[in-house]
Nanobody, 128 residues
Framework: VQLQASGGGLVQAGGSLRLSCVAS?????????MSWFRQAPGKEREFVAA????????YYADSVKGRFAISRDNVKTTVYLQMTNVKPEDTAVYYC?????????????????????WGQGTLVTVSS
């Protein structure tokens, strides 16, 4: 599967932004669990949110819980990350990723090795 992320940009603290990641390929989109990760300058890539194949189960990092929402449209083969009440510490390159294994636990979905497919990243900059 190929993943194309978009929607990043400059936003003020307290504002909102929605990221999108469109998947393309031969396998049905519904066969992948999807996640968002982010990497801030000088830091390691970290897990943000995950969603199961059906969309019925979601997981979030504590740092974004209650502010971000992950969703997917299996007809449009797109996964979204709705970001609200953003903070300067949310500044990072955001990556979408696809896993062949369905989402089963927060701990499991946070492991980068679980994901065989990655998008190119989209930069989000939050100004204070």
């Amino acid at each position: 599967v190929q993943l194309q992320a978009s929607g990043g940009g400059l936003v003020q603290a307290g504002g909102s932004l929605r990221l999108s990641c469109v998947a393309s390929g031969r396998r049905p989109f519904i066969t992948y669990a999807m996640s968002w990760f982010r990497q801030a300058p000088g830091k390691e890539r970290e897990f943000v949110a995950a969603i199961s194949r059906s969309g019925g189960t979601t997981y979030y990092a504590d740092s974004v819980k209650g502010r971000f929402a992950i969703s997917r449209d299996n007809v449009k083969t797109t996964v979204y990350l709705q970001m609200t009440n953003v903070k300067p510490e949310d500044t990072a390159v955001y990556y979408c990723a696809a896993s062949d294994r369905d989402a089963a636990s927060l701990q499991g979905m946070g492991v980068m090795a679980r994901y065989a497919y990655w998008g190119q990243g989209t930069l989000v900059t939050v100004s204070s």
